[in-house]
């Protein structure tokens, strides 16, 4: 190294110093650092992996495992015994310096959730996401739902052409933004893997058209924060996926290929760790693929392939890999080659082990134990003869179906207030009613939560969305709607986001005198019948201050309403706010809408009504500063 400034020799300047020993911070430090480690952890009897030279591992007496994975100078161990987990860690403190911080909950960005009685496993870089979110201006965007929209495409043609332009793209943080996704992308979110490949691309002379779709993957970001990878209990078989993208690069006409191998339900070298299986089943959707695979005289031309494409023959000759045909509807690994509806992204996506919850099986085994939870708790803070309070903290519960039912001790309902997520359950056939959460009954009731938590999502696109009965409302099984209030009065909605409801998010039914305010609601604008806030036969209902951006209605107002006030309301997506429907219409008195802005809807303002029907009154209507941005029918 150079002579240190302030201590060189006069004599000697034209000279450089010869290192003994590694320093903190050289370009060779890390190597010294890990062939020191090395040294000393196979000295302890423990063998690398060969998959990974980073992970060390050492078979105990009674057939477990003692498993030490190594990223430069952090460390974990796991192993099923924990003595043997307390040996290893005294021979590692007479060895090195080292701290041990018990359990862990954190490493390398990634937050680690463990839910041991079920034996399941979650990991997350929520906070480091919105770091990013914050670090490019992107934490206050409009959240979606899939990386890339389905009719997506780049190419080179849209990189700067001019010296100006080159300027103008300079000052954006292109290559900074995609590395940040990378690191996530490798960690816990696959995802977003086919998007961060495709916009990588053009690192080296990126152009609008790309900077926009490297914004559009944080607005994904932004809707996803809460997804988490999950490891459960399953058997312990692994299987692959794969698929291509024929020639879907606009510049170069190259194919983009993508695999997914799964082992206990998440993305994921066993062999080495005890585990023999006697084949790998490998599912493809392309029939002549498989011909090639099993068939070497299957074409000529087949000459022409490398050699290295062939390994794969010799792996289906031995048994190793079972090829097998799947259907491409069905193939998992489908998202990581072509953008996709969003649909099958979500289910995509749920079925590598990606989701807000680690529950996507038909059937969570938590949810009569939190039912009667929910049950005990309601009744104590029901029959409370004082001021009581109804509290969800913060954490990710699984809630099937329930009534909050009064009326209360001396006719006073509780505050009900959520500062965690509520997850509904994923299959209709969960629902006897065409509600999840009812509050009925209440007086004086308060159903609040907080400014970044307070969460009630519907999970509709697990399920509901996908069925071919609710593409169009009159013919689908079951709306279900998920905030349900009946026969409630002097009551107040505020400060909770409602989001990807299976139907109407919010509803209110022969209800009086309630605020909603401060509420978010979120859904993708193709999710079919996700009214934002529905209302029927109430009076006295005041909406305001509150972003409502969902795939059909904003706020519709139903039958026999009184006194209907909707201010300061931001719509959009979606079919901005309806009056009216059905055949059985009664009278409408008392509606006002003002100040509110309309924005990217198929509808402004609308009053439906049949032909033909009985005659009713409709009076009393007050439609002013209306701010409509991109409506086709305003």
């Known amino acids: 190294m150079l002579q240190s400034e302030g201590f060189e020799e006069k004599e000697k300047k034209n000279l450089v110093c010869r290192l003994n020993k590694s320093m903190y911070g050289l370009k060779q430090a890390s190597r010294c650092w890990y062939k020191r480690f090395d040294s000393f952890i196979i000295c302890l009897g423990y063998n690398r992996l060969n998959a990974y030279p980073c992970v060390y591992f050492k078979r105990s007496g009674d057939n477990n495992f003692v498993i030490l994975p190594l990223y430069v100078d952090d460390m974990l161990v796991a192993e099923p015994n924990k003595v043997h987990i307390e040996e290893l860690k005294a021979k590692l403190a007479r060895e090195f310096e080292m701290k041990d911080l018990g359990s862990t909950n954190n490493i390398l960005g990634m937050q680690i959730h463990r839910d041991r009685s079920n034996r399941k496993i979650w990991l997350s870089q929520k906070n480091y996401l919105k770091k990013i979110l914050s670090r490019f201006n992107m934490q206050d965007c409009k959240p979606i739902y899939t990386p890339l929209s389905i009719n997506f495409k780049l190419s080179s043609s849209m990189s700067p052409n001019s010296k100006e332009e080159r300027m103008e793209m300079s000052q954006v943080s292109y290559a900074s933004v995609v590395g940040s996704l990378m690191f996530a992308m490798i960690c816990t979110r696959p995802d977003i893997a086919q998007a961060v490949g495709v916009v990588s691309r053009y690192m080296a002379n990126p152009g609008k058209e790309h900077w926009n779709t490297v914004k559009r993957i944080l607005r994904y970001i932004k809707g996803t924060l809460n997804n988490l990878l999950c490891y459960g209990r399953s058997n312990l078989l692994i299987n692959g996926y794969v698929d291509s993208d024929y020639a879907g690069d606009l510049d170069k006409s190259k194919s983009t290929t993508g695999y997914v191998f ?148 001396n006719d006073l309902s509780p505050n009900v207030e959520i500062k965690g997520t509520l997850l509904a359950p994923i299959r209709i056939t969960a629902f006897k009613s065409l509600h999840w959460i009812a509050f009925k009954n209440q007086k004086g009731l308060t159903v609040t939560g907080g400014t970044e938590t307070g969460k009630v999502n519907g999970q509709g696109e697990a399920e509901a969305w996908q069925q071919y009965s609710c593409l169009k409302a009159a013919r689908c099984k079951k709306l279900i709607t998920s905030m349900f209030f009946i026969i409630v009065s002097y009551a107040s909605i505020s400060n909770i986001t409602l989001l990807n409801s299976n139907g109407f998010h919010l509803g209110l039914h022969e209800s009086t005198d309630i605020n909603i305010y401060n509420v978010n609601i979120i859904a993708p604008e193709d999710s079919p019948n996700t009214d934002g806030i529905h209302v029927s036969h109430s009076s006295n209902i005041s909406i305001f201050s509150s972003i409502i951006g969902v795939g059909d209605d904003c706020v519709s107002v139903g039958a026999g309403r009184n006194n209907i006030s909707i201010y300061d309301v931001r719509c959009g997506p979606g079919n901005g706010i309806s009056l009216g429907k059905y055949k059985t219409e009664t009278d409408v008195v008392g509606i006002s809408v003002r100040n509110c802005t309309i924005n990217g809807t198929e509808n402004g303002i609308r009053m439906k009504s049949w032909s033909g029907g009985r005659a009713i009154n409709a009076y009393n209507m007050t439609f002013e500063d209306i701010l409509m941005i991109n409506v086709s029918n305003p």
């Open 262 to 409: 799964k082992v206990t339900g998440g993305v994921m070298l066993l062999e080495e760790l005890g585990h023999n299986q006697e084949h790998v089943s490998l599912f493809c959707n392309s029939q002549s693929v498989l011909h090639l695979a099993r068939n070497p005289t299957f074409h000529s031309r087949t000459k022409h392939i490398r050699v290295q494409y062939h390994f794969i023959r010799e792996k289906v000759k031995e048994w190793t890999i079972d090829m097998q045909k799947i259907h491409t509807k069905d193939n998992i690994a489908d998202f990581m080659t072509k953008a996709i509806n969003v649909d099958k992204f979500t289910w995509c996506r749920s079925s590598y082990g990606l989701s807000e919850n680690c529950d996507f099986a038909l059937f969570d085994s938590r949810l009569p134990q939190q039912f009667k939870a929910f049950s005990a708790a309601w009744k104590a803070a029901c029959d409370h003869p004082g001021n009581s309070t109804f509290y969800i903290p913060e954490g990710i519960f699984m809630v099937g179906p329930f009534t909050f039912h009064g009326p209360c001790y």
